[in-house]
Structures are given as structure tokens and as C-alpha cells.
């Protein structure tokens, strides 16, 4: 990162912060904070043929906000992440100057975006995150190193225990380690395009329960795609028993020929009493793949910008693409303030001859072969503890997660097990009460 760089971001995040009028810290004007996370991550086999790779995350996080009365503020968080001690030779591979880039940023404009009142409602205009509904199709993934925002015009009525609507028009920002980032065309499907949606949410017509509807479209004339998104989801309490169901619809254009997919999803978890033992779920998933890529019509569902993380594996091995995902899940309470979770995975390809097997960043991970028709991909499970050290002031989460390949690995040329390890602090202060 050059000198000039550093002290241009460095001077706007100073000019904007620290005015003149100093003495507006005893009017509560003024918040600054930051977060500092530290992750290592082991990982054996990911490719099923031997390989493993290892290194430690860094990501530090500057922020400040002005409120410019009760309804109005201003708002810049600067980015440093980074990728440390990593095998060059690893399997998989890390390539710190790719872009765009999820291990990598340099001291760079995270956020940055003003905030305002309009009658019941607000305007947020700038550099944001989005997280809607469960985040299952749009969310910052924050797992990530350097996350996921957009410059974006967003437009919110309501609030969290009231109907909401929230509409907007924004365009993902790419994230280039070594220079600002910004709307620069990278030869990306998802970054370079254009994402427009809208959003109901109905906290009221249903007791102890919520539905949601959506309508959502990603715009890509350069790859022929516009794609348009209608999706409902509802939530329902029956007691100690909690339902979630959501069913997604997609049509329009892909690589300029017709796209139609599907995708749905169906939890249910059960609370106990017992602390340790405080929660039982049980879920099932799917979402389409192409049955003849050949013939021109696109049918893989657009996983669009979601965090896949925290709900196909661990391990990132899938997106919500071509597969389906049975599931079951236990967690409770460790110790005070500790929380532990096992989840089991049972990973199936929906179109094994014809589509490819998708990861959690929405690339190609096995692709189809002919003949190869065992649907059955592998079960993973994931074991994870998190509590609190220091006075909690710093979250620790610990994790080991394994995947047990199946037939359709084997199917090409894959044998081997894969295992991940990972360790992770995160640090948070701020001057908000």
C-alpha cells in the first residue's frame, strides 16, 4: 500500500471526526470504536486428494460516527485485513493480490454512508452492509476476512417489531488488496453487476410468528444476465417447537438464454429445558441444478449474495446451488456464557451428470461427469464452542469440522477425508454506552 494512500485515507477519517469544536464529545455527538479479530485456520485434504494449507486472518476495524441530530448521522469504518504464515505451495491455494479478494484488503474504506429520517421511515446513502431476511441470499458474510458491502441508495419504513419495507438500488463493491476499492469491472458475474430489491416484512398478522416477501433482481449485460428473485418465507412459534419455511422463484435471463430455478428450505427446532441440552433442529433443503446445459436454458439456481457459511457446512464446501441438505443440529449452554453446537450434514448433488458441484463463494468446486451418476456428495459435521475471556471483552470461538466423502467423490478420482481446524478472538470496544 503506498504512503499517499494511506495518508489520504488517514486524513479523511480525521477530518471528518475530530472538527474544531472538540468539546462536542460531552454532547454524546461523537462514537468511535473498533473490532480486532485474530483467526488461524488448519485445513487437511480440501481437495480430497491430499493437500492441506494454513495461516492465520487479521482483520482490524476503525470507526467513527457523527449524529448529526436524533434522526441523522454520518458514519466511516476503515478495513485492514490481512493473510499471514500461509503455505504458498498449499492446497488451497491463497492468492493475496487476486481480486476481487476475501483474504486481503489494505487499509481501505469498509463503510461509509449518511443516514437520515423521512417521516416513519430512514435513507441510508453510501458504502453499507445488507442482511435481509436469514441471510441465506443476501448478507455481509462477515466470516469472510474482508466481508461483503455495497454502495448502495437504501430506503427503510417501519421498524424491527413493526411492518417494515425496505427497497433499494446498489451496485457490490470489489475488494482489491492493493489499490481502493471500488465499482472497477473484474470479469465477475456478482461484482459486476447491478442489485435492486425489495422487501415486506410482517411481524403482526401472525401471533408468535412473521412472514416475509421479497422480490429481488441482479442486473449483468455484459454476461447476458437479469435475473429476477420472488421469495416468501414464514416463521411460526407452536410452543417450544419454532418452524421456518421459505420457498424462492427465479426466472429471466442467464448468459443471455432463459433462467428458471427453484429453491426452498424447511427447519424446525424444538427447545428443551435443559440448559446443556437446549436445543434440537432438524431441517431439509434443496435448491436446483441444470438437467442439460446443452440446450440453452440456465436452471442452476443464483445463490445471489449470501452467507452460506453458517448454514452448509463449515467448511464452505457448498453454496445453495444444484444440492440438497438434510440436517441436524444440537446446541446449548457450555458453561455460563458458553454455548456449544454439533451439526451433521448430508450433502447430496440434485443433477450429478449434467451441473457442477458449487462451494459457498459460488465457484466450481467438482464438475459433472458423464456416467457418473452417484448423487451423494459427503456428511460433514461441525463441532464448534464459543465463551468469553478477559472480562468478556474477547469472544473466542473454537472449531473442528469433518467431511467424510462420498460415492460422487470417489466418482472422480477423490478419496480422502477432509478436516478443518480453526481458532479465533475477536476484540470490540467502542465509546457507546
Not at 486472518?57 to 469504518?77: C, I, M, P, W
Request: charged letters at 25%.
Amino acid at each position: 500500500m503506498s504512503h499517499t494512500r494511506f495518508c489520504s485515507l488517514l486524513l479523511l477519517l480525521l477530518g471528518m471526526f475530530f472538527p474544531s469544536n472538540l468539546w462536542a464529545w460531552q454532547e454524546s455527538r461523537y462514537q468511535l470504536g473498533m473490532d480486532l479479530r485474530l483467526r488461524w485456520e488448519d485445513k487437511q485434504d480440501f481437495n480430497f486428494r491430499g493437500g492441506d494449507q494454513s495461516y492465520l486472518l487479521t482483520r482490524l476495524r476503525l470507526h467513527g460516527a457523527y449524529h448529526f441530530s436524533a434522526n441523522a448521522q454520518a458514519f466511516v469504518e476503515i478495513q485492514d485485513a490481512r493473510v499471514h504464515e500461509e503455505d504458498r505451495f498449499g492446497t488451497p491455494p491463497l492468492n493475496e493480490d487476486a481480486v476481487p479478494n476475501i483474504f486481503a484488503d489494505e487499509f481501505d474504506i469498509h463503510q461509509a454512508y449518511i443516514q437520515f429520517g423521512v417521516g416513519n421511515g430512514k435513507v441510508k446513502i453510501g458504502r453499507q452492509k445488507f442482511n435481509f431476511a436469514d441471510k441465506r441470499m443476501v448478507a455481509s458474510l462477515e466470516w469472510a476476512n474482508t466481508a461483503r458491502v455495497f454502495d448502495a441508495v437504501r430506503l427503510t419504513f417501519g421498524g424491527k417489531d413493526t411492518r417494515r419495507w425496505d427497497v433499494w438500488a446498489s451496485q457490490p463493491v470489489t475488494v482489491n488488496p492493493n489499490d481502493p476499492n471500488d465499482w472497477q469491472r473484474v470479469g465477475n458475474r456478482y461484482f459486476d453487476s447491478r442489485f435492486y430489491g425489495v422487501m415486506f416484512r410482517d411481524p403482526l398478522s401472525i401471533q408468535d410468528g412473521a412472514y416475509e416477501l421479497f422480490l429481488m433482481h441482479r442486473d449483468n449485460s455484459e454476461f447476458g444476465d437479469a435475473v429476477f428473485h420472488a421469495g416468501a418465507r414464514l416463521t411460526k412459534k407452536f410452543g417450544k417447537l419454532s418452524v421456518d419455511a421459505q420457498a424462492h422463484q427465479q426466472f429471466g435471463d442467464w448468459n443471455d438464454g432463459d433462467h428458471k430455478a427453484t429453491a426452498y428450505a424447511l427447519l424446525g427446532k424444538y427447545t428443551t429445558e435443559n440448559d446443556f441440552f437446549k436445543n434440537i433442529a432438524l431441517g431439509y433443503l434443496s435448491a436446483s441444478g441444470d438437467d442439460n446445459f446443452a440446450d440453452g436454458d440456465h436452471e442452476t439456481f443464483d445463490n445471489l449474495y449470501p452467507l452460506n457459511h453458517a448454514y452448509y457446512g463449515f467448511m464452505d464446501f457448498f453454496g445453495w446451488q444444484n444440492m440438497s441438505n438434510l440436517e441436524l443440529i444440537f446446541s446449548g449452554q457450555a458453561f455460563p456464557n458458553g454455548t456449544w453446537r454439533v451439526a451433521l450434514h448430508r450433502f447430496t448433488i440434485n443433477e450429478p451428470e449434467s451441473d457442477a458441484w458449487y462451494n459457498a463463494g459460488l465457484g466450481r468446486f467438482g464438475n459433472p461427469v458423464a456416467g457418473a451418476r452417484d448423487d451423494h456428495a459427503g456428511d460433514e459435521i461441525d463441532f464448534t464452542l464459543v465463551f468469553p475471556i478477559w472480562e468478556k471483552r474477547i469472544k473466542m470461538l473454537l472449531g473442528y469440522s469433518l467431511f467424510q466423502a462420498g460415492d460422487y467423490v470417489s466418482e472422480r478420482g477423490g478419496d480422502q477425508d477432509a478436516r478443518f481446524w480453526y481458532a479465533q478472538a475477536l476484540y470490540k470496544w467502542s465509546t457507546k454506552k
